[in-house]
């Protein structure tokens, strides 16, 4: 943001005011659920399997995410 403004304090600013906004539309900006599938394995309601199949999908799914974007910004910007 520091490009697009060139002022230090609105940088910084519009950086708050994006995280009052996660923070008021009740969204995660990184893993804040991150514990809920343990919990799900130690309550009994899901199995290891299933907590490792999540992990790979979401692993795999976060790789070929970030792939098609670097494309997409190395296609863009030659």
């Known amino acids: 943001m520091l490009?697009?403004?060139g002022n230090q304090l609105l940088a910084g600013l519009a950086?708050?005011?994006?995280?009052?906004?996660?923070?008021?539309?009740?969204?995660?900006?990184?893993?804040?659920g991150f514990l809920r599938p343990i919990m799900a394995l130690f309550a009994?309601?899901?199995?290891?399997?299933?907590?490792l199949r999540l992990w790979g999908v979401t692993l795999l799914a976060n790789l070929v995410g970030g792939w098609?974007?670097?494309?997409l910004v190395v296609t863009a910007f030659p």
């Open 15 to 32: 950086f708050g005011i994006g995280l009052v906004a996660l923070y008021l539309a009740h969204s995660e900006l990184f893993t804040e």
């Open 44 to 51: 009994g309601r899901g199995t290891r399997l299933q907590l």
């Open 3 to 5: 490009h697009e403004t």
């Open 68 to 71: 098609i974007f670097m494309w």
